[in-house]
């Protein structure tokens, strides 16, 4: 069952992701060449703590760190630790926040140093891919409409679209329903409605769409080891445009 959310309840959810956004534009002067992704994990718990809220995937099915770190051919879930960040690498930063017991989710994939063409572009068409899904999200369009725009924008620049990971509702908990896969057929699924919050998230691979879980059960990764970037945002739905509520607007 989808819940539709109050006024009161999107205002909060706004609150909780807007400390993402801010955690975003925080770490972004982090991500250089010998940064440590534990030291990554810090400057966001630390920002989150001092906004008075709590790390949404910390303990989350038992995830050992406060933000997913995700590198190259890793798709999503990698864990902070001891590793350093190279030149020539992409980043995946995944947040969740929980404040007043409301969630948000967002996650940018960030260039260390500089980075090759191939890769500008990935980064690119993944965050075009997640606002044209987004451009969806209104009344009178069905939940494939936001799967389908992703898809074809993402096939049409020759990349793949991850299917084992989706989208999800997002709001009294990290995961409610609808579950939103980054792909299939439009006009499919329940219609969308004024109220319904969102957490979007294409998982774009450069290579073939297929994907394997490393040996910390966490990490995914791609199966031909290219590289794969993530852009996630919470979005609300309204009478009128949608209401990205991870940014800090
Ligand atoms: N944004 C991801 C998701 O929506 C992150 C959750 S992973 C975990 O599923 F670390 F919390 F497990
Ligand atoms: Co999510």
Redesign the pocket.
Known sequence: MIIIKSQREVDLIRKSSRIIAECFDLVKPYIKPGVKTKELDDVVLDHIQSRGGIS???N??G?P?N??VSIDKEV??GIPGERTLEEGQIVSI???VILNNYYG???RTFAVGAITDDKKKLLRVTEEALLKGIDEARVGNRLSDISNAIQTHVERENFSVVRD?V??G?GRK??EDPQIPNYGEPNRGPRLKPGMVF?I?PMVNMGSFQVVVADDS?TIYTKDGMPSAHF?HTIAITAGDPEILSVIG
């Open positions: 949404a995937f910390k989350y099915n995830y760190g933000i997913c999503v879930h995944d947040i969740g989710d967002a996650a990971l989208g999800h997002v990290l995961h957490a998230e966490w996630e």
